[in-house]
Structure formats: structure tokens, C-alpha cells
């Protein structure tokens, strides 16, 4: 029919809009985490200094951080005129997803581009989207889904300007690359690579200077398009870029970290930290194509490296493979204070979804059979997934894998940190409400995430709230995060003091409230 047709021809458009309509439902679920205030705050910051002359900015404790996601979101917030918390921060997690939604959008034409293959590009829209850990994040995490939203957006600019050689092609590849370096310094390494690419592409078509005139256009919207954007850098750029390099690389956090068991300073992480983190909270499926398209990589650019530079699609796969591994290894060489599990490189999941693919691509171009076992290995994997992810809502991104046993009660959260950010506030503070009918009750929390869940919940229900000192209490809620003591909150466990409702994934207490008599 032509409606069929023309949702053949946008199937990119229609995934977009789907994903878009299935979170409508779920957007106001999920809780607020430990960094939003401080993302807003920051956002804030620059906006009175863009727009009130407001020079607070220069002495800010958090002005090395960039601001091309939190700048317009703030813009946003006072457009529509937002005041309430509630109102406030459901509108950055909406925002949040759309945005998230539009890396996956440009991994689906990325793919299509490589590949000319609409089903290859429909798994790697899922494989964005369909990924516990991720999907929760990308509502409530506005400096690390950007990231890795905007790392995909530039890959695939990067290869539309590759593809088309225009001068408009490769400004707009830089300007992406300008913003992408604003929300994080780490986003540099995308410029090296392209340099790379340049390299490369000289070599093969023997047009040097064409390739030096490129990479000075990109040198200059990429760096254009940085200063433009980042208030901080207006005042000294050159300085004030080396002093967010600087402290990126050793960031001022000097915290515990749970991790396989042990409480360990963020500092003093083995360089395991990474790749355990990614590999247990990956789903295996993804692993599995993931490590295909590694070793198919590999493997034909070891047996003949020429060959495998000029092929028009394998030469983008090494790229991909380099900027998965390679920011792990800077992570590690500058001794980079990492905590969270792995969210501060959530952005290497981009790459890696591009080698799944080209995994899939790989096997399935072998036979019409494989083709067919690849649509059915993809289909049942995502299935499942999706099926881990509904049970565990809205908490779904307290999320292992099969590699983690889960066999002894509390198991899990011995071992790793679970609800680090403290979204599981808002499901206990909701529970509170709902089951006690005091007009006023007081309530202490074991960290702060306690207290900024209440912005999320409608004013009526703030209204009943009050947080007081453990002491003077009607309940105490915990999300477990004490690396010192695993069991915190178990102190108030008296005789007349009892827990009264939690939450458990993976055999273990994510969160817990503690009726106090």
C-alpha cells in the first residue's frame, strides 16, 4: 500500500515517533538523580552571565564544565515560563529523551548509509534504545546522555561528510564536534580520529592538499563553534580550556567506590573498573555482536591493511573500534577519578553499537540463512531485553546481567553499587504518602537524593513532607549507598523500629524505608 511505502521509506521517522509515543506513558515515573541540581545550577550560572551580565560565573566552583546541553535547557525552562520543581525537572527529563531519541535516529541513517540495509539500521536503533541501563538514564541524566546522544549525531556527520566531500558537509561535521567537546572535554579524541580519517583519505586519493584545506575548516567551526558556546572560555579561552582538560583528568572527587566487594577510593581504581562495568551491565546478546564485529575488524585489516582502508565501509569500522577502546585507555593513563560504574564513558557505547552492527552485517551477508538467524538472534534478544526492562521499571537501570550471580540474598549489592544515584527515593517517599494518612510527616533520608526527590512529586504532596534529623523522624530511607558500612540504615533497625517497604532487583535491596515508632 502507499502508506506501507512511505513507512518503508521513513522507517527512520516512524522508530523516532514510536519510541517517542512509548515514552509518553513512562516519562514521569522515573526519579530525580544526585546530579541534576548541580546540572541546573550550572545551567543557570552561565545563563545569567549570557543574558544578565551576571559575572558569578568566573568564581563558580562547577564553571569548567561545559554547558551546550544545559544552556538550552534552562532558555527552555524560562520560554514556558516554568517555576515549579516538578514542573521544572519533568520538562529536562522529556527534553532529556528526545534528545537521546535523536542519537538513535542518526545511528538508524548512520547504519542505512554504511550499509544500505533497513533492517541492520532498525538494530542498531534498538540497540540504542533497548538497553536497561541506558534507557533509564536518558531521562534523568543531562550530562552523560547528551554525550553519548551527540557522539552518535557527530559519527554520523562525520561519514555523511566523509561520503559527500562539501565544504557544508564537513563546517556542520565541526560545529557538531564544537558542541560536543562543550558538554564534554573528553569529546577531543573525535577530532583526532577524523584527522586520522583526513590521513587516510589523502592516502587514497592522493589529494593532499583538499584534505589539509578540510581539516582547517573543521580546526576552525570546531573551535568557532566551542568558544561560542561555552561562556566560561569567553573571558581566556586558551587558559580556562586547559584548566577543564586539567581537571577532567583528575577530577575533584576523592570518594569510595564499591566495586567486586571491596570499598576503594575513586582515585586508586584498577583499570578493570571499565570494562567489568560495561561488560556486566551490557546484555549479552550485545556483548556477543559487539565482540563479532571486533574480531571481524580485526581480521581483515590484519590480512591485508591496504584493502582494508579504501573499502568504503570497513575503513569507518576501524575508526569505530578505535574510539571504543581508545578513551578507555586514556581514562586509564591519565588516572582519571572515575565512580558510577560506567557512566562517565557512557559515550563509548556509540561506537560499540556501530561494530555490533557491523557484527550482524558480517555474519548475515554470508547466506540468505544467516541473514535470516541474524533477524531472529536480534529479534529474540531485544525481546528479551525489553521484557528485563519492563519488570524492573522505573528502576530498570539497576540492571546485571547474567554474569553476576544474584543467588544469595543481598549478594549483588555487596558487591557493586546498585542505585547509586538515588532515583528509588522517589518510588519510597511516593510509597510513604500513599500509605500513611498523617496530614504532616517527618522524614530523614541517608543522602541528599532524598531530599531532591520531593521536587518531583505534586505540591500537595511536598506539603506533607518534612525532612528532619533521624531522631526526631516518623521514617528513615535509605538507597544503600555506603561504601564504608554496606548496610546503612540497619542502624535504626532497633527493637520498635522495623523496615516497612523495599525494593529488590537482583536478589538485593535497592531501597528501603524504616517505620520509626
Known amino acids: ?21 512509548v515514552a509518553l506513558p513512562l516519562w514521569q515515573d522515573f526519579g530525580l538523580s544526585w546530579d541534576e541540581l548541580a546540572q541546573w545550577d550550572m545551567g543557570q ?5 549570557v543574558f544578565r551580565g551576571d559575572e558569578a560565573l568566573l568564581s563558580f566552583r562547577n564553571n569548567d564544565y561545559g554547558v551546550a546541553f544545559e544552556l538550552p535547557l534552562i532558555m527552555l525552562e ?24 535523536l542519537g538513535a535516529l542518526a545511528c538508524f541513517r548512520l547504519v542505512d548509509r554504511l550499509y544500505h540495509d533497513k533492517v541492520l539500521a532498525t538494530a542498531g536503533f534498538l540497540l540504542m534504545v533497548v538497553h536497561p541501563v541506558l534507557y533509564p538514564h536518558s531521562f534523568f541524566n543531562s550530562k552523560d546522555i547528551p554525550f553519548l546522544s551527540l557522539t552518535m549525531i557527530c559519527m554520523y556527520l562525520l561519514v555523511r561528510a566523509f561520503q559527500r566531500g562539501t565544504t557544508a558537509a564537513f563546517a556542520l561535521a565541526g560545529a557538531g564536534m564544537g558542541l560536543l567537546i562543550n558538554i564534554r572535554i573528553m569529546g577531543v579524541l573525535l577530532p ?26 573543521l580546526l576552525v567551526t570546531t573551535v568557532g563553534v566551542l568558544n561560542a558556546t561555552w561562556p566560561y572560555l569567553w573571558t581566556d579561552p586558551v587558559e580556562h580550556f586547559a584548566t577543564a582538560f ?13 566495586f567486586n566487594g571491596a570499598a576503594v577510593k575513586a582515585s586508586e581504581l584498577s583499570w578493570t573498573y571499565i570494562p567489568v562495568w560495561f561488560t556486566i551491565s551490557t546484555p549479552i546478546p550485545y556483548l556477543l555482536a559487539g565482540a563479532v564485529g571486533t574480531l571481524a575488524v580485526v581480521v581483515a585489516f590484519v590480512r591485508s591493511p591496504r584493502t582494508f582502508l579504501l573499502d568504503p565501509v570497513r575503513r569507518y569500522a576501524l575508526m569505530f573500534l578505535g574510539y571504543w577502546i581508545v578513551p578507555v585507555v586514556a581514562v586509564v593513563v591519565l588516572g582519571s577519578v572515575l565512580y558510577d560504574s560506567w557512566r562517565q564513558v557512557f559515550f563509548i ?13 558480517t555474519v548475515s551477508r554470508r547466506s540468505a540463512l544467516a541473514r535470516k538467524l541474524v533477524a531472529a538472534f536480534c529479534a529474540a534478544s531485544f525481546v528479551a531485553t525489553l521484557a528485563v526492562m519492563a519488570a524492573g521499571h522505573p528502576l530498570e537501570h539497576v540492571y546485571f546481567n547474567a554474569l553476576v550471580p544474584d543467588s544469595r540474598p543481598e549478594e549483588v549489592r555487596e558487591r557493586f553499587e546498585m542505585d547509586y544515584w538515588g532515583t528509588s527515593y522517589k518510588q519510597a517517599l511516593e510509597h510513604i504518602l500513599a500509605t500513611d494518612p498523617a496530614p504532616v510527616i517527618r522524614v530523614a533520608v541517608a543522602n541528599t537524593p532524598g ?21 526526631e523522624a516518623d521514617y528513615f530511607v535509605t538507597n544503600h549507598r555506603a561504601h564504608d558500612n554496606v548496610d546503612l ?27 520509626l515508632e
Open 1 to 21: 500500500t502507499r502508506l506501507g511505502s512511505w513507512m518503508l521509506k521513513h522507517l527512520d521517522l516512524v522508530l523516532f515517533v514510536a519510541a517517542l509515543v
Open 246 to 258: 586539567a581537571n577532567m583528568s583528575k577530577f575533584r572527587w576523592n570518594g569510595r567506590v564499591l
Open 45 to 49: 550560572m552561565s545563563y545569567a552571565y
Open 78 to 101: 524560562k520560554i514556558l515560563g516554568l517555576e515549579d520543581t516538578r514542573d521544572v525537572y519533568l520538562m529536562r527529563h522529556l527534553a532529556t529523551h528526545v534528545f537521546f531519541l
Open 192 to 217: 583526532l580520529f577524523t584527522a586520522g580519517m583526513l590521513v587516510i583519505d589523502a592516502w587514497a586519493t592522493r589529494r593532499f592538499a583538499r584534505s589539509l584545506r578540510l581539516a582547517a575548516l
Open 489 to 515: 540504615g540497619r542502624h535504626v533497625a532497633e527493637p520498635g523500629r522495623y523496615s516497612s517497604f523495599r525494593i529488590r532487583i537482583s536478589n538485593s535491596t535497592i531501597s528501603e524505608v524504616f517505620k
Open 349 to 361: 557505547y556509540a561506537p560499540f553499537v556501530l561494530l555490533a552492527v557491523h557484527g550482524l552485517w
Open 451 to 471: 531530599l531532591h526527590n520531593a521536587m518531583l512529586l505534586t505540591r500537595a504532596q511536598r506539603e506533607r513532607l518534612r525532612f528532619v534529623p533521624v531522631e
